[in-house]
């Protein structure tokens, strides 16, 4: 599963990192609100995907300490049924629990943050509460925050795992 999971972490973090240098330059100031609306939900979806693979590498690799910290943040729900924000907070207890990688973590303090805004930004669209004036701006900083995700320690140290 984490071999597979991981190998296919790698896959959608190329995939995303292509679409993301499409993306960029036909989302500026003047797009039509269908465009950057439809890139932004895409984005999304995509970036939602990368949460849930790297939780499954993660949940492989921290072994007996996944079901406790899944468990914590979850309230009974499996982890592919997480939201974003679930998913974020299981990387971030299993991390802190070293669970992911022993020897030291690998989500520093600028990640976090990171992690933190891709949520939050992520969930103000999804709730609507992005104004279309500033749709193509927050659409272009959701986008360089996912290119950002996508090459943090912790996706990088995930797709590369081959437990």
Do not use: Y
């Amino acid at each position: 599963m984490s071999v597979r999971a991981a190998a296919e972490l790698e896959l959608v973090r190329h995939e995303v990192l292509a679409d993301i240098e499409r993306w960029l330059p036909e989302v500026g100031p003047d797009v039509r609100s269908t465009l950057w609306h439809g890139v932004f939900m895409k984005a999304a979806k995509q970036t939602d995907r990368l949460f849930q693979l790297c939780v499954d590498v993660a949940i492989h690799l921290a072994g007996p300490a996944a079901p406790e910290a899944v468990a914590i943040v979850s309230r009974g729900k499996p982890s592919e049924r997480l939201t974003m924000g679930e998913r974020m907070d299981v990387l971030k207890t299993l991390d802190r629990q070293r669970a992911i990688a022993v020897e030291r973590k690998i989500i520093g303090k600028t990640d976090r943050q990171l992690l933190e805004d891709l949520t939050i930004l992520r969930n103000n669209f999804a709730h609507g509460s992005i104004p279309s004036g500033e749709g193509p701006e927050q659409t272009q900083r959701f986008l360089e925050l996912a290119r950002q995700f996508c090459e943090t320690q912790l996706v990088q140290t995930l797709a590369k795992a081959h437990v």
